[in-house]
């Protein structure tokens, strides 16, 4: 019995003795995929970028699209999807990963206990068939 109840106090005092990362600290360690300057910032840099090499009104394409953006550990973009589908989907995905690869800026990679990793980021970008919104 004196056992165990050495034993409980010895777990429960060692709650009270250990070191607890601070906030911040969590903080630097764990974040999402960032680009430089923001959201807004990528979404005028992608609509510069679509608006140099495509004709956008060829895909008749209305209304607010979530493009998921695979960001790899280095920081480049390395797969996109997009919701919803539009006629000629391919040809308009493989436009849209064009426009947005020839985004010179790297993204910040997305870390995990200090470590990057790849992620997923959403991006939503409103187009309408006279011209495109750069976000909201």
């Known amino acids: 019995m004196k056992y165990l109840f050495f034993m409980l106090s010895l777990c ?3 709650q009270f ?4 990362a601070q906030p911040t600290e969590i903080a630097q360690q764990n974040r999402k995929a960032e680009f430089p300057g923001g959201e807004n910032a990528f979404r005028n840099e992608f609509m510069r970028m679509v608006h140099a090499y495509f004709d956008i009104s ?3 394409v ?3 699209f979530s493009f998921i953006i695979t960001i790899d550990q280095f920081g ?3 797969e996109l999807q997009i919701y919803p589908k539009v006629k000629n989907d391919e040809e308009f995905r493989q436009d849209m990963t064009f426009a947005m690869k020839r985004i010179k800026k ?3 990679p997305a870390m995990k206990d200090g470590v990057p990793i790849s992620s997923n980021r959403i991006i939503e970008i409103n187009f309408s068939s006279e011209h ?3 976000g909201e």
């Open 12 to 14: 429960c005092s060692s």
């Open 17 to 20: 003795f250990a070191q607890t």
């Open 58 to 60: 060829a895909y008749a």
């Open 62 to 64: 209305n209304g607010k």
């Open 76 to 78: 480049k973009p390395s």
């Open 106 to 108: 790297k993204w910040k």
């Open 132 to 134: 495109a919104e750069h």
